[in-house]
Nanobody, 114 residues
């Protein structure tokens, strides 16, 4: 069993910042990549950012220049630093781990509102 525990979500004003964390534990075969997806009400889940074990990153166009993904392989933890947040960033953010299987966290709510 693999568990992904997310933290760091919450309510923030437009222009503010949040940092999401996702710690993986359990019977992890190997970490090929980790990432963050989000799903807003009435919309499909979409990729926000992903990072490979080698450090290669991929970002959605809508967050480039504002969000930064990083990974601590020693802690099996992925982070998402979100700056200059906009109301359209409001969504449930899900952590993803790609190993011998595809694992998902339970989701953490991010709300950007004044």
């Amino acid at each position: 069993q693999v568990q992904l525990v997310e933290s760091g979500g919450g309510l923030v004003q437009p222009g503010g910042s949040l940092r999401l964390s996702c710690a993986a534990s359990g019977s992890i075969f190997s970490i090929n990549a980790m990432g963050w997806y989000r799903q807003a009400p009435g919309k499909e889940r979409e990729l926000v950012a992903a990072i490979t074990r080698g450090g290669s990153t991929n970002y959605a166009d809508s967050v480039k220049g504002r969000f930064t993904i990083s990974i601590d392989m020693a802690k099996n933890t992925v982070y998402l630093q979100m700056n200059s947040l906009k109301p359209e960033d409001t969504a449930v953010y899900y952590c993803n781990l790609v190993s011998n299987w595809n694992y998902w966290g339970q989701g953490t709510q991010v709300t950007v509102s004044s």
